[in-house]
């Protein structure tokens, strides 16, 4: 599992000294920090404002500055071909800017808010079934403006061949391998390589 | 004249063989280059497509990724304290998203769109009058989603000590210089030796 879901994700943002603090737990020790630290009443008061009122447009328009759909293929010898095909759709943000990611999390219902490197911070969808189910029809029913439409586009092409395992089968993974080599972010060496090297 | 007025401005977005050309003339050629590519019924067509359809919240995700508000301040024996005050609303995007700089240049109605470095393009505002009568009052009204909303008031506070002339007063330029010296991306040295240079 690369992706947390929803129900396990803690992430409470709370107002103390009339600043907003951010605490993020995982796992059994959510509910106890919950408890420490948060009002449960107040919850429905202050959820509302970290949602934020970030519309379709504007998740277009910030998608189009500063998302990166990606399709990741890394050497993995316990998956066919051994090459594993990772697509995300992520988002790099100073830190300072954590508290947006979340809001963005929120309003898509998918996705997970993680450390990236140094003080960025970034939101990122792996989940098969949320890129199929969420991602890729929002952008559909809200097109990307840029040119990373295009990326999009053929993101999607590869994510609804794994879809139903074609990426299992030689065809299908030999696609996706020239769908991401055509994409603008990726190393056309690094996959070269790859294509020379599966069997 | 830093910003090229509107009227002056002549970028043509035509369809040839189904493609998307873009044509930027400035002057008096303008007039010319219209008439040769373009059949003048077909303008009210292909600029509405060309403006595209970018919403207000649209802007707003674009600028909160792209964007920066900045004030520089450059040496300049011509101007009062040897320093000028230079406000403006940069987004630098790689050549291939020009025409969604032009787009925004369109939708805004002011700025210009020019080389920035490299393969990189910017749409730029300088323009005083721009920058306080339709900027800033746009991001009031529509208000980043983003810490760059932080940035944002700083610039339209320096911005508006600017216009009745007040940064051609002592207390009106130093006010600007702290402000400037605020913002994320300025470097706080230059600017201490920039107050400290000033008479």
Redesign the interface.
């Known amino acids: 599992m690369r992706e947390t879901p929803q129900k396990m994700f803690d992430t409470r943002l709370f107002f103390a000294n009339g600043t907003v603090k951010i605490q993020h737990t995982r796992g059994q020790s959510a509910g106890k920090a919950y408890m420490k630290n948060m009002n449960p009443q107040r919850l429905q008061v202050e959820y509302p404002n970290s949602n934020?009122n970030?519309?379709?447009?504007?998740?277009?328009?910030?998608?189009?500055?500063?998302g990166c759909f990606h399709i990741g293929i890394s050497k993995n010898e316990g998956v066919r071909f051994g090459y594993q095909i990772l697509p995300e759709l992520t988002v790099v943000?100073?830190k300072?800017?954590i508290k947006?990611l979340y809001?963005i999390r929120t309003v898509m219902k998918c996705g997970v808010v993680r450390k990236n490197h140094g003080d960025r911070y970034c939101w990122r969808v792996r989940n098969l079934e949320n890129l199929l189910k969420i991602i890729i029809p929002f952008f559909e029913k809200h097109p990307l403006?840029?040119?990373k439409n295009i990326e999009f586009r053929k993101f999607a092409k590869a994510v609804r061949i794994m879809e139903n395992g074609g990426h299992l089968m030689q065809e299908g993974f030999q696609k996706i391998l020239k769908i991401a080599s055509e994409m603008n972010r990726q190393n056309p060496r690094d996959i070269r390589i790859k294509i020379e090297s599966t069997p």
Chains 1, 2 share one sequence.
């Not at 970030?54 to 500055?65: E, K, N």
């Open positions: 934020g970030l519309s379709p447009d504007w998740i277009v328009g910030f998608i189009d500055g500063e943000q100073h300072r800017d947006l809001q403006k840029s040119q």
